[in-house]
């Protein structure tokens, strides 16, 4: 127990760190300027870092399992369906046709409308299985994907350039009007759903012990999925995908905190996942001049993690 | 009193169970036996609401088990599967308090405490209770899920072939627990058992499934019986008496 209250100080105190360091690293002539620039993308970064935290931790307890992230589901090929689909219908004029805040808005409803259906399809006969669940959405997740991929080819490649720009996470040009909508459901979502947070402690035993303590394992199944697309979608449709920097961040958390708890993981992973996406920026900024995105560094880092955990893992 | 009423269960056009009524005696270990496939498990899982029936009802108490708040009903009955395996840092003593959740919903009153402490002595779990489960051997961990569902505190306790995988040790500690729950605490106890001799020796009744049926039911030492035995499992039996209990021996080999 001390060595935990000792790592949240730690990863606390990085955090904070980081940020400040982040705002005023060689601030320049025209501070000012540079400040609320910064601000609005360390803004967005923490947006960002609540939601993948939450989500991911919340999906890889449902599904007893924590080597798999939301995107499983197929919430960022829908995504990338809309962005061209948008950029087929319209071409360069989509920006007009749609403007930014209609897009964002469009892109939630799609996203928590697709992981309606989903559930639709399944819970009529209850949920026997959560990797049936997983299995439909991959699937769909492939088509929508191999979809958007036709689109693709037909379009202009001038145009194709707009969608290219979508498919990379990228936290340099956020808009103030979406960040302000972001934060408003991300609170506004966190609020309503942290009061059942213990009950992801009696999930995690799986669905048997859950039913067995009493839990209707069914509804809060529901709950926590809604809960996850909301989040999903609103990440995604702020900055691009950026889901699989949640197996990385979720599998340090597990690493660093010796807890059960997710009342106590998830803000901790949302630290880490902080620390994580800020330096990940300064790296882009800084180190590779723009000239990389941000989602190809957490990609190459996360993908490395990724196949270090299986590895290391005996069984899966 | 838990008892069911015509409960059939088929996946697909396999019936596996097939209109079932039984009521189980209070107080007692019931023990269920049958060849793999007849439905133990299947049964358990129904009785348990982990799956729900084609036809038929499960009442506890006198009362159907469908009409319960699933929190309420889980401070009447609890349910242990054969296959625990999760990937959480958990000490034995936090798995036990899980136990008290029906009462609590996380937040533990100090009878909920007292109940975890007094838990842990029952199952000779006190040194134990810091260990993380993962540091456990196989028999330690089945001990100490099932000081979870004691903890529960429940009346009826259903569980699901407990001694798998257990070293003759260990298997004999937990029947050796579940007897003191019915004699000291007066538990009812119904169990899926794959080893004939504990069936024989530590239950007081024996329903013994069959095609779907239960096609026997009664005092453990009427239903262990060699013809009944034979029936039942299709090899023979060769049945001996000791310290008044029935010992099957069916290594038979030789004939």
Same mark, same amino acid.
């Given at each position: %127990? ?25 601030? /320049? ?50 995504? %990338? ?35 309606? =259906? ?22 769909? /997740?492939? #088509? ?18 707009? $969608?290219? /720009?979508? %498919? ?8 103030? !009007?979406?960040?302000?909508?972001? #934060? ?5 979502? +966190? ?19 859950? +039913? ?14 809604? =809960?996850?697309? =909301? ?32 009342? *106590? +993981? ?40 990724? *196949? ?9 | ?11 697909? !056009?396999? $019936? ?30 129904? %009785?348990?609401?982990? #799956? ?5 009802? *499960? ?7 469908? &009409?319960?708040?699933? @929190? ?51 199952? &000779? ?12 051997? /196989? ?27 257990? !070293? ?5 500690? +937990? ?16 169990? =899926? ?10 239950? &007081? ?14 005092? @453990? ?35």
């Amino acid at each position: %127990m001390r060595n935990n209250s000792r790592n949240i100080m730690l990863i606390s105190s990085l955090a904070i760190v980081s940020m400040v360091f982040y705002l005023f690293f060689s601030l /320049g002539n025209s501070w000012e300027f540079a400040l609320h620039y910064r601000g609005m993308k360390l803004a967005a970064i923490v947006v960002v870092s609540c939601s993948v935290a939450y989500s991911t931790v919340t999906f890889q307890t449902l599904t007893t399992n924590r080597i798999l992230t939301p995107s499983i589901m197929g919430f960022e090929s829908v995504f %990338m369906l809309l962005q061209t689909l948008l950029v087929f219908i319209y071409a360069s004029e989509s920006f007009k046709a749609v403007n930014n805040l209609e897009n964002f808005l469009l892109s939630i409803v799609c996203m928590v409308g697709f992981a309606f =259906v989903l559930y639709m399809l399944i819970y009529r006969k209850g949920v026997r299985n959560m990797y049936l669940l997983l299995l439909i959405g991959l699937v769909l /997740g492939i #088509l929508l994907n191999t979809l958007s991929s036709f689109l693709q080819l037909l379009i202009d490649p001038n145009n194709f350039f707009i $969608v290219q /720009g979508k %498919m990379f996470a990228s936290f340099s040009n956020i808009n103030q !009007d979406l960040l302000a909508y972001a #934060l408003f459901i991300l609170g506004i979502t +966190i609020l309503l759903s942290f009061r059942y947070i213990k009950r992801l402690n009696i999930l995690a035993l799986g669905r048997d012990q859950a +039913i067995n303590l009493g839990l209707n394992y069914n509804k809060n199944i529901r709950l926590f999925l809604v =809960v996850i697309a =909301v989040l999903v979608s609103v990440s995604t449709a702020l900055v691009g995908p950026v889901l699989f920097l949640g197996l990385l961040v979720s599998n340090l958390t597990y690493e660093i905190l010796n807890t059960y708890k997710h009342e *106590v +993981i998830i803000p901790v992973c949302a630290l880490v996942t902080l620390v994580v996406l800020v330096g990940g920026q300064f790296l882009t900024e800084y180190i590779f001049e723009l000239s990389t995105p941000i989602s190809t560094i957490i990609n190459f880092i996360g993908g490395i993690y990724f *196949v270090y955990l299986l590895i290391r893992r005996k069984k899966l | 009193m838990i008892e069911i009423k015509n409960i059939s269960k088929h996946y697909g !056009d396999h $019936v596996v169970l097939n209109d079932i009524s039984l009521r189980f005696p209070k107080g007692k270990i019931t023990s269920l036996i049958g060849s793999n496939g007849t439905g133990k498990s299947t049964l358990l899982s129904i %009785m348990s609401r982990l #799956l729900v029936q084609d036809n038929g009802e *499960v009442f506890v108490n006198e009362k159907k088990n469908t &009409d319960y708040k699933s @929190a309420v009903l889980s401070q009447h009955l609890s349910i242990l599967k054969q296959f625990n395996n999760i990937e959480l840092k958990l000490t034995v003593k936090e798995l036990v308090s899980f136990g008290r959740f029906p009462y609590s919903q996380g937040r533990l009153s100090e009878e909920d405490h007292e109940k975890i402490e007094e838990t842990l002595g029952f199952l &000779d779990l006190i040194e134990l209770q810091d260990m993380y489960l993962e540091a456990l051997s /196989g028999g330690q961990r089945q001990r100490a899920y099932l000081a979870m569902v004691v903890a529960q505190d429940t009346e009826y306790i259903l569980l699901d072939e407990p001694l798998n995988n257990l !070293d003759m040790r260990h298997s004999v500690q +937990i029947m050796k627990i579940l007897r003191k729950l019915t004699e000291v605490l007066g538990k009812t106890i119904i169990v =899926v058992l794959h080893d004939i001799n504990f069936a024989s020796h530590y239950s &007081d009744y024996i329903a013994a499934l069959k095609n779907g049926r239960v096609k026997y039911f009664g005092k @453990a030492n009427e239903i262990i019986n060699e013809d009944i035995l034979k029936d039942l499992f299709g090899i023979s039996f060769c049945i001996s008496q000791s310290n008044g209990k029935k010992l099957c021996n069916y290594f038979n080999h030789f004939n």
